[in-house]
């Protein structure tokens, strides 16, 4: 079956960073669009960062020059570099597969940004 297991998250302090991790299994990981998404406390999911399969980036407007996302195909993984973090980062952070009108979700990891 799919699964999409995401690593990395944790405490930091404000300006810190984190490398989010995501290892895909059950699907032909290279032709799927893959991306990160986020949801903090009493607010909806939003999109973070994308990478489609042909390694085309896209990234929210809140997160652009701070945040950078990055795949490997022989690895079945998709990373999230994240500097200069700020407290308003501080959510789940999910991994997604697409392909066509299928989409996988992870269970997520915690990122907090505090002092």
């Known amino acids: 079956q799919v699964q999409l297991v995401e690593s990395g998250g944790g405490l930091v302090q404000p300006g810190g960073s984190l490398r989010l991790s995501c290892l895909a299994s059950g699907i032909i990981f290279r032709i799927h669009d893959m991306g990160w998404y986020r949801q903090a406390p009493g607010k909806q999911r939003e999109l973070v960062a994308t990478?489609?399969?042909?390694?085309?980036?896209g990234y929210a407007a809140s997160v652009k020059g701070r945040f950078t996302i990055s795949r490997d195909n022989a690895k079945n993984m998709v990373y999230l570099q994240m500097n200069s973090l700020k407290p308003e980062d501080t959510a789940i952070y999910y991994c997604k597969a697409t392909l066509r009108a299928y989409d996988y979700w992870g269970q997520g990891t915690q990122v907090t940004v505090s002092s």
């Open positions: 990478v489609t399969n042909d390694g085309s980036m």
